[in-house]
């Protein structure tokens, strides 16, 4: 496709000199996702996402507890260590422990549980939730939710990488554009101006009237006043391509290329296959990610509201013996197992919970209807856009060849005698406009399939 338009309309390119080489829309890309601060600070979000899922996860982390009991004055002078070793575990809101525990001296009798064998006693034990807390728990929702956030920033953080790309390449087709357009001008501004030089001949020699030289200066001078307009445009987009171009180590280069590549390396391309994988990617769009991960989220907190209409019953079972010398009552093997046993009256604030949830879902449900059709419509109408686009830019292809034979033939007529110059100078006029337009059009077309790929969020994906 860009070959055509190079060929088309800028056949003198190779010649041209500029001031630096202009990357291609692949290497301005990179250009944009690798080293532009705007990325850099997504991808901390995505660090930041990442450490919220770890200290979710340090809620079940292993843990080693000491405690020491002495007195230091009156009748008893017992002391007691306890060292314990606690492992969570995720099921059954569960804790596997195993203890050891050693005392010295005497201890009245109302602190008799503090006393162990000379060697201390040894202990494995479980805790666990048989009702509240058994299938679902603070600590886990806490953990699936943060995992959900994890993903939910990266769809989040694909969603404006894609419209970051999506301004950034925009800027360079219209740069590209008024570049072509440029080289258009200039050609037939060079081709022009040896025909000035003809013309001054012929008027010197007295073939032609003097008016007829001043007439065409005059179309000349209508053709510089465009390309001044279009050198304008062009610089100005070159000015804002330096904000997205950007070098290793994050500075803004300076986009001051005159002259556009000759293959731009176009990566947004359509046709059929492209089509169908487009639409594809509409049932996986990022923002529809969002919300999907955002009712799973709350689908983990109504999960978490009913947990808490439960009554709480808690099971301790432990095993422990003691070894060495000491009194007989403390030999042999203890098992120990507790029960304990709440429920509040009434329970109003779990309830009034579990409705609010119970709106967000439905609320989220509505939401994500809306915004899927909004996509899906979205994304028809830029491929209606698309689809008037190859028609226009078909046309204004042909109109551009018509116009170019049209100028070509009234040059001969009036070399002939058969013409004159105001009609000459119209076909030029035309032929400016067409080419101006043709290279408009094929250029929209890009956009058009910038668009197709923006509403598919298919520019990047760092999920």
């Not at 007691?80 to 059954?92: A, C, G, H, S």
């Not at 006043?225 to 803004?252: I, N």
């Not at 604030?349 to 949830?357: F, H, M, N, P, Y």
């Not at 028609?391 to 002939?416: G, H, K, P, Y």
Request: contains cysteine; hydrophobic residues 40%; negative net charge.
């Amino acid at each position: 496709m860009f070959s055509g338009i190079a060929s088309t309309c800028v056949n003198a390119m190779e010649n041209s000199s500029s001031k630096v080489p202009a990357p291609s829309i692949n290497d301005f890309i990179e250009s944009m996702t690798r080293y532009h601060p705007y990325v850099l600070a997504i991808n901390e979000g995505n660090y930041q996402a990442a450490a919220e899922l770890e200290i979710a996860r340090s809620n079940f982390d292993p843990f080693i507890e000491q405690k020491t009991k002495s007195r230091v004055s009156g009748y008893y002078d017992g002391t007691n260590l306890t060292q314990r070793f606690t492992n969570p575990v995720e099921d059954y809101n569960a804790n596997v422990f195993t203890e050891y525990r050693i005392a010295g001296g005497d201890f009245p009798a109302y602190e008799g549980d503090y006393d162990t064998l000379s060697a201390g006693e040894a202990s494995i034990g479980v805790a666990m939730s048989l009702l509240q807390n058994r299938e679902i728990d603070k600590r886990r929702t806490e953990l699936r939710n943060a995992g959900l956030a994890t993903a939910q920033w990266e769809a989040q953080a694909t969603s404006m990488i894609n419209s970051f790309i999506y301004k950034g390449v925009n800027e360079y087709i219209s740069w590209y554009e008024s570049a072509l357009q440029i080289k258009a001008v200039q050609n037939l501004l060079e081709t022009a101006q040896e025909r000035e030089k003809a013309l001054s001949t012929r008027v010197e020699k007295g073939d032609l009237a003097d008016i007829v030289l001043v007439e065409f200066q005059a179309n000349l001078m209508q053709q510089r006043l465009l390309l001044a307009e279009l050198t304008q445009k062009r610089d100005s987009h070159a000015q804002m391509l330096s904000f997205y171009w950007r070098s290793p180590q994050g500075d803004m280069l300076s986009f001051n290329a005159d002259t556009p590549p000759n293959n731009i390396e176009w990566p947004f391309w359509v046709g059929d296959a492209q089509l169908i994988a487009l639409r594809k990617a509409l049932k996986q769009h990022p923002e529809l990610d969002v919300l999907q991960l955002e009712q799973r989220v709350v689908q983990n907190k109504t999960a978490l509201a009913n947990n808490a209409l439960l009554p709480k019953l808690d099971l301790q079972a432990s095993i422990a013996r003691d070894v060495g010398a000491g009194s007989e009552t403390l030999e042999g093997t203890e098992t120990k197992l507790g029960l304990s046993f709440s429920y509040p009256l009434g329970n109003r604030k779990a309830k009034a919970e579990r409705s609010q949830l119970l709106s967000k879902q439905r609320e989220l449900g509505h939401k994500f209807t809306s915004i899927q059709q909004s996509i899906t419509q979205r994304f028809e109408q830029a491929y209606v856009f698309w689809t008037q686009a190859k028609d226009i830019a078909e046309l204004q292809s042909q109109n551009a060849s018509l116009a170019r034979r049209l100028s070509q033939v009234e040059r001969t007529r009036f070399d002939a005698g058969d013409s004159d110059m105001f009609v000459l100078n119209a076909r030029v006029q035309n032929e400016i406009k067409a080419q101006i337009k043709e290279i408009k059009a094929k250029v929209d077309l890009l956009k058009a399939e910038l668009m197709l790929y923006k509403e598919a969020a298919m520019l990047y994906d760092m999920r």
